[in-house]
């Protein structure tokens, strides 16, 4: 969760008070017209999917509130209120708080006339994904990284698009799928829940092993976003794009140096580690900066929140960066915690926290780090010092190969099992995630979708 789910919702009860005063007196010569008289809505993770069945000619308004007593004369003044003028149907409602119930209705209006009467009022339920899964359709024989290339953060009337999902694997194979399909897999709108994926074709003649992929946004939301797409792998070798269709080698691989296992990004730099402790920066992929990391371990994830770049990896491996990875430093364990030893396989951060049922907008700070034997690494100040909690974590002894964060910590194990967490403190078993085991997972505004080495793949929305 990011700023621009805390901008949305500075927004949005301006929005509500021009609608409500456009919605009064209407703006032409037109009529109202009948509401839709099959509205639907379906709550997700911090937002709402509404449908509905739309005749020709009318425009349909859609309004809401956290009160069931919601009216066409009073929602202006309820408690979350809002509105989305010219709904189409699915139509995506988002900067929503979890554990909370939302009630829709809507109205129809021809001409731009005033609204008609309200259609019959629906409930939708907010909660955290995470705790279902469903798998994708076969096409990968083997996945051992995956991105998100964000466009919008929500999607625009008609569509459920944000963005695409890229996993990479062995012999330089990449595959993409839409977060629309998924999502309408989730949402029971005819997308397939086994959504399939699509092959990408990669270069003549490229055939090393990639391990990690993501992409750089410059302009999210807009109709040309801008984008930078980096796939790196086996011996460095690194394929840049910048549409995600045509890739090109930009780093051919070389015996002499170390695989690279992960990627973030810090603006539009991208910071890549690997084996040996290796770090490097690239803005394009085809010029690179080493940065010194003061460790020789084998590198294999890294993330960066709130100003602070964090690397993890082998023999408990834990590394900092404040100045954008200029220099590297290990981590202060917090008093009474002991540094820990096992291999270390991800991390991520957590920003924001929407559950809970209080709709509040709560800074959390957080960072996770994840690995062998259960092994959960916990920092609430930003990353200045960390915790060793894995004895009361309640994740047992399983081999945590991801960990990812929307509205709260999903990480998956080398089972195929997801575990969620709000805060990072306390875990729950949500079940298989992944047949046949997972390796990594990634979220993106609303979801998470985690892969395995088996070519295995399970959403959560």
């Given at each position: 969760m990011n700023n621009r789910f805390r901008r949305a919702f500075a927004t949005t009860s301006v929005a509500a008070l021009i609608a409500a005063a456009l919605a009064a007196c209407g703006g032409g010569n037109g009529s109202s017209a009948e509401p839709p008289t099959d509205l639907a809505v379906t709550g997700g993770d911090g937002r709402v999917v509404a449908t509905f069945t739309a005749k020709s000619g009318v425009e349909y308004w859609l309004f809401y509130a956290r009160d069931a007593s919601i009216s066409k004369s009073n929602w202006v003044s309820l408690t979350g209120n809002g509105s989305i003028v010219n709904a189409s149907s699915p139509q995506v409602v988002c900067s929503q708080y979890n554990d909370l119930s939302v009630w829709f209705a809507a109205d129809g209006r021809t001409d731009g006339g005033p609204g008609g009467a309200f259609s019959t009022v629906q409930r939708a339920d907010l909660r955290a994904a995470g705790a279902t899964w469903r798998a994708l359709a076969s096409g990968p024989t083997a996945l051992n990284g995956i991105g998100f290339a964000a466009e919008r953060s929500c999607p625009t009337n008609g569509s459920l698009y944000t963005g695409t999902y890229y996993g990479v694997g062995p012999g330089g194979a990449i595959w993409k799928v839409s977060d629309a399909d998924l999502y309408a897999g989730w949402a029971g709108?005819?997308?397939?829940?086994?959504?399939?994926?699509?092959?990408v074709t990669t270069p003549t003649g490229f055939t090393d092993d990639l391990y990690a992929v993501s992409t750089y946004t410059a302009s999210l939301n807009a109709s040309s976003p801008s984008m930078v797409w980096l796939a790196v792998g086996a011996g460095g070798a690194a394929l840049h794009s910048t549409d995600g269709t045509n890739w090109?080698?930009?780093?051919?691989?070389?015996?002499?140096?170390?695989?690279?296992?992960?990627?973030?990004?810090?603006?539009?730099?991208?910071?890549?580690?690997?084996?040996?402790?290796?770090?490097?920066?690239?803005?394009?992929?085809?010029?690179?900066?080493?940065?010194?990391?003061?460790?020789?371990?084998?590198?294999?994830?890294?993330?960066?929140?709130?100003?602070?770049?964090?690397?993890?990896?082998?023999?408990?491996?834990?590394?900092?960066?404040?100045?954008?990875?200029?220099?590297?430093?290990?981590?202060?364990?917090?008093?009474?915690?002991?540094?820990?030893?096992?291999?270390?396989?991800?991390?991520?951060?957590?920003?924001?926290?929407?559950?809970?049922?209080?709709?509040?907008?709560?800074?959390?700070?957080?960072?996770?780090?994840?690995?062998?034997?259960?092994?959960?690494?916990?920092?609430?100040?930003?990353?200045?010092?960390?915790?060793?909690?894995?004895?009361?974590?309640?994740?047992?002894?399983?081999?945590?190969?991801?960990?990812?964060?929307?509205?709260?910590?999903?990480?998956?194990?080398?089972?195929?099992?997801?575990?969620?967490?709000?805060?990072?403190?306390?875990?729950?078993?949500?079940?298989?995630?992944?047949?046949?085991?997972?390796?990594?997972?990634?979220?993106?505004?609303?979801?998470?979708?985690?892969?395995?080495?088996?070519?295995?793949?399970?959403?959560?929305?």
């Open positions: 709108l005819g997308g397939a829940s086994a959504a399939g994926w699509t092959a090109s080698v930009t780093r051919a691989a070389s015996g002499s140096h170390a695989a690279m296992r992960a990627i973030t990004k810090v603006g539009s730099t991208f910071i890549v580690v690997g084996d040996n402790g290796t770090i490097e920066s690239t803005v394009d992929g085809s010029t690179w900066s080493t940065l010194t990391s003061g460790t020789t371990a084998n590198l294999t994830g890294v993330t960066y929140g709130n100003g602070r770049l964090v690397a993890v990896g082998e023999r408990g491996t834990v590394i900092q960066s404040t100045d954008g990875g200029g220099s590297w430093s290990a981590v202060t364990m917090a008093t009474g915690s002991s540094a820990p030893t096992a291999d270390l396989a991800a991390v991520a951060y957590g920003s924001y926290d929407i559950n809970g049922g209080t709709a509040t907008l709560t800074s959390i700070n957080t960072f996770v780090a994840v690995g062998a034997n259960g092994t959960i690494l916990r920092s609430t100040d930003g990353g200045s010092t960390w915790t060793d909690i894995s004895s009361t974590a309640g994740a047992g002894g399983s081999n945590l190969t991801g960990v990812a964060y929307t509205s709260r910590f999903v990480a998956v194990d080398a089972s195929g099992a997801a575990w969620t967490s709000r805060l990072g403190d306390t875990w729950t078993s949500q079940g298989s995630a992944v047949t046949g085991g997972a390796s990594r997972i990634v979220a993106n505004s609303a979801g998470y979708l985690a892969v395995g080495a088996s070519g295995a793949a399970g959403v959560a929305y």
